[in-house]
């Protein structure tokens, strides 16, 4: 937007832009129309006040020039579609007044259509630089863009939309976009022409994402700890009580046995618990810079005698230096335990897990997956061997409570804390699926690398790279 014009009046503005493009009819000017119209939805000014304004400067323009009435018409029915295209795509994309940012509006690209319905993209700039239309957006016509890229079913709605002089709002669909959002708005006029607003919506899509899932996860977490404090204080004298009965019974091998498996289903029921009161009542780490691939190769050397021997961890570290991330280190334990648990789980026990960490530069189009700024973080990749992933649950695995588990082998918070604790020390985590198997990407942020004084890191026993299981021993 133009900054002269952004701390202007937007109605004085638009009156004074649609005079120069009656007169001038050049269509440089459509994108400070789509800006006024934007400016206007962010403040909260009502279209009313726009479309006051427009009939009054078309008026004059008429009274000066009656005998090109027709041609005037036209051309403010342009410049007032611009507008109202600007305000509608961003008052959609307003939150609410207790949100805390709005997403920065990315630029509308406007395709014109004709009574056939054949598209002409207008030339549009970005400062000294034209932007180029993308290949998906020069479709030959109306109605093959909206097969294209909406489906069979939406055609109907947009040719009625057309005839009836009605705007229209759609979204796009088609696999070419890839992960983006794309919003559409459909602008006819009186002959069968019309405009065609196209803007890119991912960033306003992901915050309201963001959001919904953050109250999501508020609410759940008050629900699911007032539930668990409960729970904690009856198993609590379950515990104590069926303890001291086997200690008293300890030589009665019917009872013990039959004592024994009740402890140990109230243990596991209190291991659930903590895992739910873990979730609920998670405060704000302490972070420290952590030497990334030093912690990593520590913190499995406990890790390791909890495995099955058929199961090897590999790591294939390609860091230029030494790598440092701001974290805690115990709950980058805790984030490796329940990664590899689930690892161990997709191969059934048998199979090879990789460990990975590297620098990786986070380009736009890979950022908004994981909701970060684009740009340089620490990657640690931990892939195994497995099945994989179905593609439909990828963007449900880390919800909470949400498990393919058998009943009883899961609680379904595993990665839902995982996810917690990246995104606390203000990184993020991504499921794929690799060429063998599921992967987990994480993204931390880098820190200066600490001093370590001398000493504190010992070598790891066994370290070359590969980590087989004690068990094999």
Not at 34 to 51: K, V, Y
Not at 406 to 424: E, F, M, N, P, Y
Not at 450 to 468: A, H, K, N, R
Request: proline share 6%; net charge negative.
């Amino acid at each position: 937007m133009n900054s002269v014009h952004a701390i202007s009046n937007p109605l004085d503005w638009y009156g004074s832009l649609q005079r120069a493009y009656m007169a001038g009819r050049n269509e440089a000017v459509l994108d400070e129309a789509s800006d006024i119209g934007r400016l206007m939805a962010i403040a909260r000014q009502p279209l009313e006040s726009l479309l006051d304004l427009h009939s009054v400067v078309l008026a004059e323009g008429i009274a000066h020039c009656p005998e090109e009435a027709g041609a005037l018409v036209a051309a403010a029915d342009v410049c007032l579609a611009h507008a109202i295209v600007g305000w509608r795509l961003a008052y959609d994309g307003v939150p609410s007044a207790s949100a805390d940012v709005v997403p920065e509006a990315s630029l509308i690209v406007f395709l014109h259509f004709e009574h056939g319905g054949r598209l002409t993209p207008i030339q549009q700039t970005k400062g000294n630089e034209t932007l180029r239309v993308p290949p998906w957006m020069q479709a030959r016509d109306l109605q093959s863009f909206v097969v294209d890229l909406c489906g069979p079913h939406r055609l109907d709605d947009v040719l009625q939309a057309v005839a009836q002089r009605r705007m229209m709002a759609f979204d796009l669909t088609a696999g070419a976009l890839g992960q983006r959002q794309y919003r559409a708005l459909l602008c006819p006029f009186h002959d069968g022409s019309g405009i065609l607003g196209l803007q890119d919506v991912t960033a306003q899509h992901l915050a309201r994402n963001a959001d919904f899932q953050r109250r999501k996860l508020e609410s759940l977490g008050q629900l699911a700890g007032g539930i668990a404090h409960e729970i904690n204080n009856l198993l609590q004298p379950i515990v104590t009580l069926t303890q001291m009965t086997l200690d008293d019974h300890a030589d009665d091998k019917e009872m013990s046995g039959d004592l024994g498996v009740v402890l140990d289903c109230a243990r596991r029921a209190a291991d659930v618990v903590r895992d739910i009161l873990a979730f609920a009542r998670r405060s704000a780490p302490a972070l420290t810079p952590l030497p990334l691939v030093d912690t990593l190769r520590h913190e499995l050397v406990d890790l390791m005698e909890t495995l099955p021997a058929s199961v090897r961890v590999v790591e294939t570290h390609d860091t230029a230096g030494p790598l440092a991330i701001h974290g805690n280190r115990p709950e980058l334990g805790q984030i490796l335990r329940n990664l590899i648990k689930n690892a161990v789980d997709a191969i059934d026990g048998q199979g090879t897990i990789t460990i990975s960490a590297d620098l990786f530069d986070l380009a736009e189009a890979e950022a908004f997956l994981v909701a970060l700024p684009a740009g340089r973080y620490a990657r640690v990749s931990i892939a195994d061997d497995g099945p994989g992933i179905d593609p439909p649950l990828l963007h449900r695995i880390f919800d909470p409570f949400f498990t393919t588990k058998d009943i009883g082998k899961g609680t379904g918070l595993g990665l839902a804390i995982v996810r917690s604790i990246i995104q606390s020390w203000g990184g993020g985590i991504v499921a794929r699926n690799g060429e063998t198997g599921a992967v987990f990407d994480l993204f931390l942020r880098l820190a200066p690398l600490p001093s370590v004084e001398q000493g504190e890191f010992s070598d790891p026993p066994c370290w070359d790279g590969l980590w087989q299981s004690p068990q094999e021993e």
